[in-house]
């Protein structure tokens, strides 16, 4: 999960008069103006108030996303303004995270299906599956055959595994039925369901183990709940709203990432490499696990959050037990 910035202030009772609003320019300025006002949490799909409210608008209109800019001063009808207050009470007042609010959430230009059950999907993977894997693996990764996303959620990196390395069965695991339900969904209209499989286990609890070397993994990914507790306590409403079981990592942050680590040294393959994202914990996982030679994959913005881990240190007798 990407870090977001935190909210103070309390939203109103209701929202002001909205009878004066004409066109879709009015409305988003309306709605701005709300936002500002009621300090809403952002990051779950956008980053500024300009580009979420206006993505709700032209969502709860039926209009098309990429409409061009004459479209802002388009008239209102008044069942549409009708849909359009109610869908600012939402968000503004309710506080309802946008993508539950449409039931959806884009990773470039992959749609996925979200509801409350499931994590609303934002991760640096979507950047550093295209551009920086196929490196560490043999043949540019053009021969990868098996891959895990592990805390899978809405199933959307796994689906996007599947896109990138097109030769492999990708296997997609998560805790909680409720997620794996919605990962299923996602899958199928993916058309991706003979190549991705969904297990439910608390990390490899429940995988089957590798019968023999050619089962083992090449990539095992994990975006897995890393918030420490005590941060889960204090987010903003909106994260709030998100399953806590895919943000609390515990304590320190590290409970699932140990686990994993631990039993990743028998699921992955001797040239494997297990790559996870770990938001504000770099440090922790320096310490925690340096003989590993932990390597810092870069960011475009900079935060450089995602950890790859070779077999080879993975799999060394002198790495300790986690």
Not at 76 to 103: G, S
Not at 106 to 117: A, I, S
Not at 176 to 205: C, G
Request: glycine content about 4%.
């Amino acid at each position: 999960m990407k870090q977001s910035s935190r909210n103070a202030q309390t939203p109103p009772a209701s929202l002001p008069v909205t009878s004066q609003l004409a066109t879709l320019r009015d409305w988003l300025a309306f709605a701005e103006d709300a936002y500002a006002r009621a300090g809403l949490a952002l990051g779950q799909i956008a980053t500024n108030a300009h580009d979420e409210a206006l993505y709700l608008l032209l969502r709860t209109l039926d209009w098309p996303l990429d409409s061009d800019a004459s479209v802002l001063d388009k008239r209102i009808a008044p069942a549409q303004r009708t849909a359009l207050r109610a869908m600012l009470r939402r968000r503004v007042i309710e506080r309802v995270p946008a993508a539950y609010i449409t039931r959806e959430a884009f990773l470039g230009g992959n749609r996925y299906y979200v509801d409350e059950r499931v994590l609303i999907p934002r991760s640096y993977f979507l950047e550093l599956i295209p551009a920086q894997l196929d490196c560490w693996l043999p043949q540019n990764g053009k021969n990868t055959k098996r891959v895990v996303d592990v805390c899978t959620g809405s199933g959307c990196l796994a689906i996007e595994l599947a896109h990138h390395f097109s030769k492999a069965r990708v296997d997609a695991i998560d805790l909680s039925a409720d997620a794996l339900d919605v990962a299923k969904i996602n899958v199928r209209e993916h058309r991706l369901s003979r190549r991705v499989k969904l297990y439910r286990s608390d990390v490899f609890d429940a995988v089957p183990a590798p019968k023999s070397p050619a089962e083992k993994y090449d990539v095992i990914l994990s975006n897995p709940p890393y918030e420490p507790s005590r941060i889960c306590d204090d987010l903003p409403v909106e994260f709030q709203k998100e399953p806590r079981l895919a943000l609390d990592g515990g304590r320190d942050g590290l409970d699932i990432i140990r686990k994993l680590l631990a039993q990743a040294r028998d699921r992955l393959a001797p040239h494997g490499i297990v790559v996870i994202e770990v938001g504000g914990l770099r440090r922790a996982m320096e310490r925690a696990f340096g003989a590993l030679c932990l390597h810092w994959l870069h960011t475009e913005d900079g935060s450089d959050c995602v950890c790859l881990v070779q077999a080879k240190h993975l799999l060394d007798s002198k790495a300790p037990n986690f």
